[in-house]
């Protein structure tokens, strides 16, 4: 009889013969986040090849043949998605059946599950968007899946409505709707298809945005005199202003921590960017040197980056560090995307932004992968589109 001594002994000395004989499977690197990463695929068909090629495009890969790809990628989709993923050296990375949802859910699922191969990215095939669609004279909003398709109107108010935000974590949008000849900020549980008024002070009540814990809700009034930005609980309740100016402030969004508020003021004359502690203080300019007529910001989930529409010459989207500093443009004649932007929104990634474009006379819903440049239109609802907002 072995000793449990020998024993133990053995079992180690096994433990890592099998470990060394087995390949030890490494994602190859990319050192350079703007250089696309080259991927071929091979036996999708149809709706699931599209879906995949837009996912993966969209998070920074290059379709590619198989003699010049870093990762391969193959399968079917016929009853069920077959989904699988080596290396040029064919160890396998992936090797898995999508059966839950659709034919593009499972081909979503499949493309997170190979962004996820690079350590820090997150998929967001599977995320959701918000965004205004112009009726003639009046607007509504809409859902939809992130690349546009699925979409429902959520609102039927034949009125203005406009500015969706979401609710971090549930089905529950904010926006803003004229319905009642006042704007006035609704809060519209999706789920239940329950909505009630949620500020309809005199004047202005809109720019509605939760904080990222789902707990406040930041918010422009006008209720003192000139637009302000207030902030209070989810429920309404502790209603304070953060702001005193005679000018106008506007588009406010959090910081990932939810201690700061950065926003749109004319303070100063022109439009820039400020911040303000949501405990109250005073309000500081934000620098966004090489950037002039700043709005719209919207602070990235993971608290790094601000992206913020400059408007000279035209609308340019740009982003800043948090702290302030040089302005990056993401969207310039100039630049490898030839076009203007407008209205952003991060993607739960921080990588991706949701932003509204011109085209032929009318607006666009479009993705920015900002490392890359690369743009795709998301757009699948006739009319004009605008101001999106992601779900995270």
């Known amino acids: ?82 989904g699988r993923v080596a290396d040029r050296s064919k160890n396998s990375l992936i090797s898995k059946e999508y059966i839950d949802g659709t034919e593009r859910a499972q081909a979503h699922a499949f493309a997170d599950d190979i962004v996820q191969l690079y350590p820090g990215r997150k998929g967001i095939a599977r995320t959701k968007i918000a965004f205004k669609v112009d009726t003639g004279r009046n607007s509504e909003i809409y859902i939809a899946d992130y690349d546009g398709h699925n979409a429902k109107q959520v609102t039927q108010d034949n009125s203005s409505t406009h500015a969706p935000a979401w609710v ?67 429920d309404g309740s502790n209603l304070r202003p953060l702001t005193r100016t005679k000018e106008d402030e506007s588009s406010p969004c959090w910081s990932a921590d939810g201690r700061t508020i950065c926003f749109t003021s004319r303070a100063g004359g022109r439009a820039a960017l400020y911040t303000v502690s949501a405990s109250g203080g005073a309000m500081r300019q934000l620098r966004t040197n090489g950037a002039s007529n700043c709005t719209e910001p919207d602070w990235s989930p993971d608290g790094k980056t ?60 479009s993705l920015l992968d900002v490392p890359t440049k690369r743009v795709k239109d998301v757009q699948h609802v006739s009319g004009s589109c605008s101001q999106p907002s992601w779900a995270k």
């Open 1 to 82: 009889m072995i000793s449990s001594h020998r024993a133990l002994a053995l079992f180690a000395f096994l433990s890592l013969l099998s470990a060394a004989e087995s390949p030890r499977l490494v994602v190859p690197k990319v050192s350079d986040p703007s250089n696309f990463i080259p991927i071929a695929i091979e036996g999708f068909t149809g709706e699931a090849l599209s879906a995949l090629k837009f996912d993966l495009e969209i998070a920074g890969f290059e379709i590619a043949s198989a003699d010049s790809a870093l990762l391969l990628v193959s399968g079917s989709n016929r009853s069920s998605l077959v």
């Open 168 to 234: 971090p974590g549930r089905r529950v949008l904010f926006y803003t709707s004229y319905k009642d000849g006042n704007p006035d900020v609704f809060m519209h549980d999706l789920s239940g298809g329950i909505r009630h008024p949620f500020a309809r002070y005199p004047g202005l009540n809109t720019g509605a945005a939760v904080s990222p814990d789902g707990r406040r809700v930041a918010l422009v009034l006008s209720k003192g005199g000139s637009p302000d930005i207030y902030v209070c609980d989810i």
């Open 306 to 365: 601000i992206v913020f529409t400059a408007n000279m010459g035209g609308f340019r989207l740009c982003t800043v560090p948090a702290s302030g500093g040089d302005a990056d443009l993401l969207t310039d004649p100039k630049t490898k995307t030839g076009v203007a932007g407008e209205d952003p929104c991060w993607a739960p990634n921080s990588r991706t932004v949701v932003f509204t474009r011109r085209v032929g006379g009318k607006r666009v819903v």
